[in-house]
């Protein structure tokens, strides 16, 4: 029987994924853990991975959790990786997000500041509902300002040249945080934004469906 690792976007966790109903019920939410100092993403991952015990398992991960999917199929060699909201390359990280990761201003500015902003993450991330709006407000508020600056960093500097195999991605067209790409075995999602997880349950849920079925197999 095959297990699905789920892996939520940066400092949320499996709250992101409550409104999802699939036919496998061999789930296991993945947690984040606290960065060493300076600790490189790929080391990180190696850490991570410790908590994904099953053989041949199946990745699902959200936005930074997808890019963490990445680093970890690249060692685990999973039989799927499902990418929801996030990117397989580098390559297609937005051209300012590479400036603002040369000039380090995630090193720059306080963390602080940045949660002070959390009243237009709504706008940015596409929570339309009160329910949406309020657990956002929750995951920037509780993320933990060292893992907030760490994960920035990683996701600013992250070098990944292209990886699509067996590797599928579902992306909404209105995604504002990383903006649609065309990729190999890209599903999109139209008029979805960055939180379609939420926004979307019922259609991406449909489609886990068809990429894992129940999981017995």
Not at 93 to 108: F, K, R, S, T
Request: proline share 6%; glycine share 6%; hydrophobic share 45%.
């Amino acid at each position: 029987m095959t297990t699905v690792y789920f892996i939520s976007g940066l400092g949320a966790d499996e709250r992101m994924f409550q409104f999802l109903h699939i036919k496998c019920k061999n789930r296991v939410f993945v947690r984040w853990i606290q960065p060493e100092k300076n600790e490189p993403l790929q080391k990180y991952a190696r850490r991570l991975a410790e908590q994904i015990t099953e053989p041949d398992p199946i990745l699902v991960g959200m936005s930074f959790g997808g890019i963490v999917a990445i680093e970890l199929s690249r060692f685990l060699h999973p039989r799927q990786t499902i990418l929801i909201s996030s990117m397989a390359s580098s390559k297609h990280l937005p051209w300012y997000y590479h400036v603002m990761g040369g000039l380090q201003l995630h090193q720059i500015i306080p963390v602080s500041l940045m949660k002070r902003f959390h009243f237009v993450a709504p706008m940015l991330f596409g929570a339309a509902t009160e329910a949406e709006k309020v657990l956002l407000k929750e995951v920037i508020m509780e993320t933990e300002p060292h893992f907030l600056r760490w994960a920035i960093g990683q996701l600013l500097n992250w070098h990944q040249p292209d990886h699509y195999e067996h590797v599928t991605m579902i992306h909404g067209t209105s995604d504002h945080i990383l903006p649609l790409r065309e990729h190999p075995n890209i599903i999109k999602i139209k008029n979805a934004g960055h939180m379609m997880v939420l926004s979307h349950a019922s259609e991406i849920s449909a489609i886990l469906d068809d990429i894992i079925g129940d999981c017995t197999a």
